[in-house]
């Protein structure tokens, strides 16, 4: 093994081209530097200079070795810049899942900022539901991961920061006039729409949440009819277009412009809580990511003075 030591000294020698000014320059005297340069000289086995009484020239070997011993010590020079950024935050990975829902809202404006202000941080990302991200966090496939659920309903063991609450609206087929006109009693929209066949996610994809649509149709003393379960959204607002029944969905899919499609407000409907979770042990770059996000909700605080941080 060659040690940095080693070739700092020889890189000197090459430099001055004299045993003397090198060993001054290294706050070193000439004969250790000297003993220093021999034993490297043999454990490559080659001569690096040619030395005279009047001279000392790199030889062809040396040569050989000049510009790859820079490189080395180049390489081992940002060593601890290296280290101490990833211990700050600002350098290594980060393997974010996140459920299709959070892609209709900021995150990928939030994504977008984050690479700009930590491009050291490689970002990967897996759209998952939320038993995929609990078997991802169980076997550290994933750091973070952005989770829908009922308000409060967090899985046990992560971090997790309230990125958004919102109703959870009726999407049905523009074909069918399923509900009455906007003067007319919102409760008699909502018995309406639970006598009609339901397109929703498995419940093993986010329990709470369908768990809280059951308790909606219960509370009108309706039980669902469910036609067909589909587990990402833009699937389920096709089933929908294709009138094989209704769906609740978060209000921000109502973004997700499908022909066809009718999104309807009901009074009452349950609500969904979009959450960031994380390990409380995670990496430094995840709890900069964490801290980005939170100042980015901060920000849009500000902008409607109507905060989501819970």
């Keep these: 093994m060659i040690e940095l030591r080693s070739l700092r000294q020889f890189v000197a020698v090459a430099e001055e081209l004299h045993f003397g000014r090198a060993a001054a320059r290294l706050h070193m005297t000439q004969p250790p530097l000297t003993q220093a340069i021999q034993k490297l000289e043999q454990a490559l086995g080659a001569p690096l200079f040619e030395r005279s009484s009047r001279s000392v020239l790199l030889s062809v070997a040396g040569a050989a070795l000049l510009a790859p011993a820079r490189a080395l010590l180049a390489e081992a020079e940002q060593l601890a810049p290296l280290v101490q950024a990833a211990a700050r935050g600002q350098s290594g990975r980060l393997r974010l899942g996140f459920v299709s829902t959070v892609g209709y809202g900021d995150l990928p404006r939030w994504l977008r900022r984050f690479r700009e202000r930590q491009p050291d941080i490689v970002l990967s990302l897996r759209e998952a539901t939320l038993d995929v991200q609990l078997r991802d966090f169980a076997s550290s496939d994933i750091d973070a991961g952005f989770i829908i659920h009922a308000p409060g309903a967090l899985p046990p063991g992560l971090e997790a920061l309230s990125i958004s609450r919102e109703p959870l609206v009726l999407a049905h087929s523009a074909e069918e006039a399923l509900l009455p006109d906007a003067g007319r009693a919102p409760a008699l929209a909502a018995r309406q729409a639970l006598q009609l066949p339901l397109v929703i996610f498995p419940r093993e994809i986010a329990p709470s949440l369908f768990d809280a649509v059951l308790a909606f149709y219960r509370a009108h003393g309706a039980t669902p009819q469910i036609a067909q379960e589909a587990i990402q959204m833009q699937t389920i607002v096709n089933l929908v277009s294709a009138g094989i029944g209704v ?34 042990d995670a990496a430094p770059a995840v709890h900069r990511f964490v801290e980005h996000v939170r100042q980015q909700l901060r920000e849009a605080a500000g902008d409607t003075g109507n905060s989501r941080i819970s």
């Design 247 to 280: 769906a609740w969905v978060p209000a921000s899919v109502m973004g997700l412009q499908r022909s066809g499609v009718v999104y309807r407000p009901i009074d009452g409907a349950p609500v969904c809580e979009t959450s960031l979770v994380w390990r409380a």
